[in-house]
């Protein structure tokens, strides 16, 4: 099993930058690929950032070059910087088990970004 608690997410005007977090805990040497997803209201959780084990970044087009993803030990971290309106959303942390360990998928609970123009 592995948890995952994010945070970090806030009120921010538009052009500016925020940092989340996620902090993982238990079995984390099970993990291969670790994520951050978003979901904005009316529409399906996407796909933001990713980043393996080799420390293999990539991005969605919509943050690509604004958005950048990094671990440092048991942390997740997404820094987001040329923050939009429509990176409003419901940021989520993701971890996805090798397939070795039950190729499970764990979330975290989501933090909150809200960006205003």
């Known amino acids: 099993q592995v948890q995952l608690v ?3 997410g806030g009120l921010v005007q538009a052009g500016g930058s925020l940092r989340l977090s996620c902090a993982a805990s238990g079995s984390i ?3 291969e690929n ?3 997803y978003r979901q904005a209201p009316g529409n399906r959780r996407e796909l933001v ?6 420390r293999s970044a990539d991005y969605s087009d919509s943050v690509n070059n ?3 993803i990094s671990r440092d030990k048991n942390t997740l971290y997404l820094q987001m910087n040329a923050l939009k309106p429509e990176d ?3 940021y989520y942390c993701n971890a996805q088990e090798d397939s070795g360990h039950g190729g499970l998928d764990y979330w975290g609970r ?3 970004v809200t ?3």
């Not at 950032?49 to 080799?54: H, K």
């Open 49 to 54: 950032a990713s980043i393996t084990n080799s």
């Open 29 to 31: 040497f099970s993990i």
């Open 34 to 36: 670790w994520n951050w």
């Open 110 to 112: 989501g933090t909150q």
């Open 115 to 117: 960006v205003f123009s």
């Open 6 to 8: 994010e945070s970090g």
């Open 66 to 68: 604004r958005f950048f």
């Open 88 to 90: 409003t959303a419901v």
